[in-house]
């Protein structure tokens, strides 16, 4: 099971990554139906939940890691023609990535204890 989740949030860190670098005509219409900085925070707290519990021995790594992919896709989409890099939506992947790691955090121990006795 835990290679299955670690596959997952790479998956997840893939498709997030090409999604965002590919001209907007490329993606599916339903995917630009909600507001842009609610996807930016709804993607980067699904690429949290998946890392945490993929790495979770390493949550710190998991959060600065993803809070740094953030900011790097805005600066790889300012490289291109066809997107544009804006730091507000590097500030909504991180309150996405934050929000999750606090609640991890607040998780009992006990609950969190079992994530990491599962992963060995």
């Known amino acids: 099971m835990q290679r299955l989740i670690t ?6 860190v893939a498709g997030l990554t090409i999604a965002s670098l590919v001209p ?8 630009m139906n909600i507001w842009d900085k609610a996807q930016h925070a709804l993607g980067f707290a699904w690429l949290a939940l998946l890392g ?11 959060v600065a ?3 740094l992919w953030g ?3 805005e600066l ?17 992947d991180t309150i996405g ?11 009992p121990e006990r609950l969190r204890g079992r994530v990491l006795s599962a992963r060995t």
Not at 52 to 62: C, E, G, I, S
């Open 7 to 12: 596959l997952g949030f790479w998956c997840s």
């Open 24 to 31: 907007v005509e490329l993606l599916p219409p339903q995917a």
């Open 52 to 62: 945490l519990f993929a790495y979770p021995r390493q949550a710190t790594a998991v």
């Open 65 to 67: 890691g993803l809070i």
């Open 71 to 73: 900011g790097l896709i």
């Open 76 to 92: 790889m989409q300012l490289a291109t023609s066809w997107r544009y890099g804006e730091w507000i939506d590097w500030l909504a």
């Open 97 to 107: 990535v934050l929000t999750v790691w606090l609640a991890w955090r607040l998780l």
